[in-house]
Nanobody, 123 residues
Framework: QVQLVESGGRLVQAGDSLRLSCAAS????????MAWFRQAPGKEREFVAA????????NYTDSVRGRFTISRDNADHTLYLQMNSLKPEDTAVYYC????????????????WGQGTQVTVSS
């Protein structure tokens, strides 16, 4: 089983770009579909993006499609989220998550989670 550690979150201005990373320990990273979720204060955790085991398929929530790009490097055991044109409503704690099998949207299908990294976008 992998363990996940996110990094890269910080305070940025609206319109800025930011890249989040999720480092996975263990040798089985390429067995997992991966995803990014986020949770703003007082709100439920929501799906942001997902990527298949070998990166051939991706999925995005409508609010980030065209602005965010999910990618993975299986040789490096790392998941990325490139975020461009950031908006204040993107402010949240961002989590990476893993599951064996195909990528899914609901968070309940993911059984391995990182600790989260805070992204704050000021207007």
């Amino acid at each position: 089983q992998v363990q996940l550690v996110e990094s890269g979150g910080r305070l940025v201005q609206a319109g800025d770009s930011l890249r989040l990373s999720c480092a996975a320990s263990g040798r089985t990273f390429s067995s997992y579909a991966m995803a990014w979720f986020r949770q703003a204060p007082g709100k439920e955790r929501e799906f942001v993006a997902a990527i298949s085991v070998f990166g051939g398929s991706t999925n995005y929530t409508d609010s980030v499609r065209g602005r965010f790009t999910i990618s993975r490097d299986n040789a490096d055991h790392t998941l990325y989220l490139q975020m461009n044109s950031l908006k204040p409503e993107d402010t949240a704690v961002y989590y990476c998550a893993a599951r064996v099998g195909v990528m899914r949207i609901p968070p309940r299908y993911y059984d391995i989670w990182g600790q989260g990294t805070q992204v704050t976008v000021s207007s």
